[in-house]
């Protein structure tokens, strides 16, 4: 019997913490997909990228990737600017978790863009191959590097389960305040919290962790401007105040935060997915967050 639910959106992250580019087909490779979060704003005292977390107004840069491997970006209120890219001097940079990365410079120009945008002085940078960072062992449950993400290599959302947390909230959401890379419609409210194994078009993807939530959530991903929601929803429905299930010092990570979407290895390299790919759970296990 063909499978009810069906890829339906996917959105790559070309600059870390910078809008979406919504595609119709993705390529497969060995940190993610192709052109996910392979550039990242870097703080210039830190040398240490910097997110929504810290600048809200990161949400309004839009990237656009070009034909050679450079970037395009655009803002309000700001000219747009491309540029190649990066082939200066290799340098290291953090991940998210303090892991060293190989980088190239974007260069001045867009150094100087981003500056004047953000108000602050900022440099973007490419990560400079696929081979992406990996976590410590003690944190490593995915065994499958990354880009300039946040640990996973995919983040996959329910819209089933959005719409649930959407009818019990205070104020409407989208889910681009949760920046998945892969949306699924079809399956039930919550029905991912059990998923172990699972088929999308030529991809085969493992849930390893459902997702703890930061405060990006709440800033409206159009606009920059913070909100009480999805915070409330998420920690009324959806906290997490125990996960013995969850290996070592990646516990301390969900416990204590709202949880939304499944982080997930993805695989085999070279394989594509493309939207209205049907989407197949192989294999399934007990949820991290059981639902009333």
Same mark, same amino acid.
């Given at each position: 019997m063909?499978?009810? *639910?069906?890829?339906?959106?996917?959105?790559?992250?070309?600059?870390?913490?910078?809008?979406?580019?919504s595609l119709q087909k993705a390529n497969v490779t060995g940190i993610g997909l192709a052109d996910d979060r392979r550039w990242q704003v870097l703080g210039t005292e830190e040398r240490r990228g910097v997110t929504q977390r810290k600048y809200r107004? +990161?949400? +309004?840069? &839009?990237?656009?990737? +070009?034909d050679d491997g450079g970037m395009r970006i655009s803002a309000p209120g700001m000219s747009e600017i491309a540029f190649e890219r990066p082939s200066g001097? $290799? $340098?290291? @940079?953090?991940? =998210? %978790?303090?892991?060293?990365?190989?980088?190239?410079d974007a260069g001045d120009e867009a150094a100087g863009w981003?500056? !004047? %945008?953000?108000?602050?002085?900022?440099? +973007?940078?490419?990560?400079?191959?696929?081979?992406?960072?990996r976590l410590p062992p003690e944190l490593d449950v995915f065994g499958q590097s990354a880009a300039f993400s946040d640990a996973a290599p995919v983040l996959v959302a329910n819209q089933g389960s959005l719409d649930w947390l959407v009818e019990r909230a205070s104020e409407d959401f989208g889910m681009d305040r949760f920046r998945p890379n892969?949306? @699924?419609?079809?399956?039930?409210?919550?029905? !991912?919290?059990?998923?172990?194994r699972f088929d999308v078009g030529e991809a085969d993807l493992r849930a390893i962790v459902p997702w703890p939530r930061c405060a990006i959530t &709440? *800033?409206?991903?159009?606009?920059?401007?913070?909100?009480? !929601?999805?915070?409330?929803?998420?920690?009324? =429905?959806?906290?997490c105040t125990s996960?013995?299930?969850?290996?070592?010092g990646l516990r301390q990570i969900i416990e204590?935060?709202?949880?939304?979407?499944?982080?997930?290895?993805?695989?085999?390299?070279?394989?594509? $997915?493309?939207?209205?790919?049907?989407?197949?759970? @192989?294999s399934s296990q007990a949820p991290v967050l059981k639902m009333a």
């Open positions: 063909p499978s009810s *639910i069906s890829l339906t959106a996917i959105n790559i992250y070309p600059i870390k913490s910078c809008r979406a580019v107004s +990161l949400a +309004l840069v &839009q990237p656009t990737l +070009l001097p $290799i $340098i290291t @940079v953090d991940s =998210h %978790f303090r892991i060293p990365v190989s980088a190239r981003l500056t !004047e %945008f953000i108000g602050v002085p900022l440099r +973007l940078v490419r990560m400079e191959d696929d081979s992406g960072w892969l949306v @699924v419609t079809g399956a039930e409210p919550w029905a !991912e919290d059990k998923w172990d &709440q *800033i409206d991903q159009q606009t920059a401007e913070r909100h009480k !929601e999805p915070a409330r929803v998420l920690k009324e =429905h959806r906290w996960a013995p299930s969850i290996p070592g204590g935060n709202g949880l939304f979407g499944v982080a997930c290895t993805i695989g085999p390299v070279g394989s594509t $997915i493309a939207v209205g790919d049907p989407v197949s759970v @192989v």
